[in-house]
């Protein structure tokens, strides 16, 4: 089993930055990447951006592209999601996975472990 834990939402003005991190624990090895997804009120849980532990390559949803930067410090198993020009309807409970599949994967399916999520609210 792998426990996710994320921090660092919280509200933030229109253009504003906020840092996510999502600390793993547990057997992790078992784990080829994380990701992001995010949920907004009435909406499904959509892809925002994943890393693989190992090579650190990265993929985006086109919303957020040039916008937010995924990184991973394997050493410390954590992931971080850099928010940079938020905008209001990136408002949503974002939520850390960790994949069972292949890395860089955009599907929820293919991600086992999941966090409680943490709200990021951006007002406008």
């Known amino acids: 089993q792998v426990q996710l834990a994320e921090s660092g939402g919280g509200l933030v003005q229109h253009g504003g930055s906020l840092r996510l991190s999502c600390v793993a624990s547990?057997?992790?090895?078992?784990?080829?990447?994380m990701g992001w997804f995010r949920q907004a009120p009435g909406k499904e849980r959509g892809f925002v951006a994943a890393?693989?532990?190992?090579?650190?390559?990265?993929r985006y949803a086109d919303s957020v592209k040039g916008r937010f930067t995924i990184s991973r410090d394997h050493a410390k198993n954590t992931v971080y999601l850099q928010m940079n020009s938020l905008k209001p309807e990136d408002t949503a409970v974002y939520y850390c996975a960790g994949d069972n599949g292949p890395p860089l994967s955009i599907a929820r399916d293919q991600y086992a472990y999941w966090g409680q999520g943490t709200q990021v609210t951006v007002s406008a």
């Open positions: 890393v693989s532990w190992t090579t650190g390559l990265t």
């Open positions: 547990g057997r992790t090895s078992s784990t080829y990447g």
